[in-house]
């Protein structure tokens, strides 16, 4: 799961929360609180969760108004309370394909360093190429893009 | 009957960006499109850097081709090759999107532990229920 190995792109975001690493943890993982933030249509949309909290074990969201739902859906990889978490992760903002997440988390006195990273997982097709990773190729091509 | 649409269209696209990465995937094609996004160019004259015969260098090409990162068109007798932008768009699109859920998701994790610490519902020693 080393991130230097992936061949996909991956989006990473860091913030420092003011909150110990404990309390967030709670937050990823009890389907109760998961289901009241994790929704991206807050309020007006019913959402649901639930998991089996293990490796191996799945867990699932399902944002449902009316006659349509949407659902995520993934399988825990890792669980390091309160450090570290691993899931894969499926729903339609990645267009079905399955991807993996990581949560990590690092006390920092009363506040806690976030790093969340979503990275595509690598497809067959993917992996018989030899790719150095996509930081570099996509500098290139915005640059590329941006001059035109 | 909305929705297996949507889905479809989405299945259509992840196959799209799948084969986006898999073009991209190689360094040969790689050095192609850094090439070609610089201008374009034919065959002969991107096969010219590389140390492999235009044969190869041409397979290269036609994965590039069936990807849609790049594009074909005619002049004369000679075939030119473009970069085609819009497939790189989504791939930032991918990153783009993503990013942009997690920024709000987070922000809307933050307001919820402001919300239970002040309800004093969140109470780190109970952490043993629901847990397991």
Known sequence: ?148 | MIEIESRKKAASRTARLDAVFAALADPTRRAIVERLSRSEARVTEIAEPFDMSLNAVSKHIRVLEASGVIERHRQGRDHILSINTHSLDEIDGWILRMRGYWEERLDAMERLLGELKKDHKLRPKDRKHGSR
């Open chain 1, 1 to 148: 799961m080393a991130h230097g190995e992936t061949t996909g792109p991956i989006v990473q975001v860091r913030r420092r929360v003011r909150a110990s690493a404990e309390e967030i943890f709670e937050l990823w993982t009890k389907p109760d609180l998961m289901a009241r933030w994790m929704s991206p249509f807050p309020g007006a949309v019913d959402c649901k969760a639930s998991c089996d909290f293990r490796p191996g074990g799945t867990f699932s969201l399902v944002m449902s108004s009316g006659e349509s739902s949407r659902e995520v859906s993934g399988t825990y990889v890792q669980i390091d309370r309160p450090h570290k978490l691993v899931f894969t992760w499926m729903g339609p903002l990645t267009n079905h394909a399955n991807t993996l997440v990581t949560l990590e988390l690092n006390p920092r006195g009363d506040e806690t360093d976030l790093v969340l990273t979503h990275e595509r997982l690598p497809t067959p097709a993917m992996l018989e190429g030899h790719t150095k990773g996509w930081g570099h190729i996509l500098d290139h091509l915005a640059d590329a893009v941006s001059r035109t």
